[in-house]
């Protein structure tokens, strides 16, 4: 393999034929990729439709079953999801695994159904169940009660925040990986400098994390509790994003890089679940911010920013086994590729 920027020399007419060749397998590749961004992002995104929106209820609850199954004949945008009490359905609610709770009211003197949201969850998809829920209960002539239990900052009242954090902290990853590329080659020569720039990139990530953390605290009063909590998660992200594409960039060199833009940016973004809610999104692209880093790393911010981190536990321990996955495959290729290219380079 040769190290980034290496051409041999050629003469007279393979020399254009060269040129040629690699320049228009370049420009063909930047063609797909950008091909494709627009395509995610415009197919993902152009028409965002609720389908089967989670919505926590209480079992038995009789006066609530018969307004949500009403619901559900009219449209799929929501989805009756059942607990045992009232507290496994708040519980729910904290963790992030419905949007709402709808229960009977339980204040004194009062009658009807309560409805409690998460707006921090996602505003676009608060809005669509109080509308949807509050629709419903006016027709059946059922007083109404809505609180939104988990507001979004007023600084960020579109909600929109954590997903451009993570789109500088994922762009900050590949970018210092890609780098350190160009700089010093796609496959360390041996273990010793594989070492060295594992090590280095903990190092830019924190450094990363917290400057995304002092730009959404202190800069823009967006989340001012949540500091420590913002720099750790931010460094989480950066580092598993560089890890990712140091590995794949050290199996396939420079076409690695165009892989990992594949996977993190062209489908990761419009599938993080940060514009638009994973429920609103093509089927395609519902599931994926559960398991690509993007989506991850959106799930990670809502919850250290919103949430006092109760349903970090899953995006912590996947962006983990990302890095994880990252670090021992730069190792494998440097194993088995290092010397390799040692050897080619004359050294």
């Known amino acids: 393999m040769r190290s980034v920027g290496h051409v041999p020399p050629t003469r007279g007419d393979d020399r254009w034929r060269a040129w040629l060749a690699r320049t228009g397998s370049a420009l063909l590749g930047a063609l797909a990729l950008s091909a494709a961004l627009i395509a995610a992002f415009v197919g993902a995104l ?10 926590g209820i209480v079992r038995g609850d009789a006066a609530v079953e018969t307004l949500m199954a009403a619901i559900q004949r009219q449209t799929n945008s929501l989805e009756a999801v059942r607990y045992a009490d009232r507290d496994a359905a708040a519980n729910a609610l904290d963790r992030r ?8 009211n339980d204040l004194p003197e009062s009658v009807g159904l309560a409805l409690t949201t998460a707006g921090a969850s996602s505003p676009a998809t608060r809005d669509v169940v109080e509308a949807t829920i509050g629709d419903a209960a006016s027709s059946a002539e059922v007083p109404l009660a809505v609180t939104d239990a988990v507001p979004v ?10 997903f451009y954090l993570v789109l500088g902290l994922i762009l900050g990853g590949v970018l210092a990986a890609s780098a350190l590329g160009v700089a010093l080659g796609t496959v360390p020569r041996d273990l010793d400098r594989a070492a060295l720039r594992i090590g280095a990139l903990p190092v830019f990530s924190l450094l990363l994390g917290l400057a995304g953390a002092l730009l959404v605290g ?7 509790d949540s500091f420590l909590g913002l720099t750790i998660a931010g460094a989480l992200i950066a580092f598993a994003a560089a890890m990712v594409t140091k590995a794949v960039q050290g199996w396939l060199g420079l076409l690695g890089t165009g892989l990992v833009i594949l996977l993190l940016i062209v489908l990761g973004l419009p599938g993080s679940g940060g514009l638009v809610p994973p429920e609103f999104l093509p089927t395609f692209f519902r599931g994926m ?9 959106v799930d990670l911010v809502k919850s250290v920013g919103y949430f006092d981190r ?3 536990g899953w995006p912590v321990t996947a962006l983990t086994l990302w890095a994880l996955a990252g670090v021992l ?3 494998g290729a440097t194993a088995a590729l290092g010397r390799r290219t040692a050897t080619h380079r004359g050294g």
């Open 46 to 55: 152009h028409q965002p439709t609720p389908r089967d929106v989670p919505v």
């Open 97 to 104: 695994d419905v949007y709402a709770v709808l229960a009977a």
């Open 153 to 162: 900052s007023p600084e960020d009242p579109r909600g929109v925040t954590p």
């Open 218 to 224: 202190p800069a823009f009063d967006i989340w001012t």
């Open 289 to 297: 911010h559960r398991w690509n880093p993007p989506g991850l790393g």
């Open 310 to 312: 109760k349903a970090a």
């Open 329 to 331: 495959l730069l190792l």
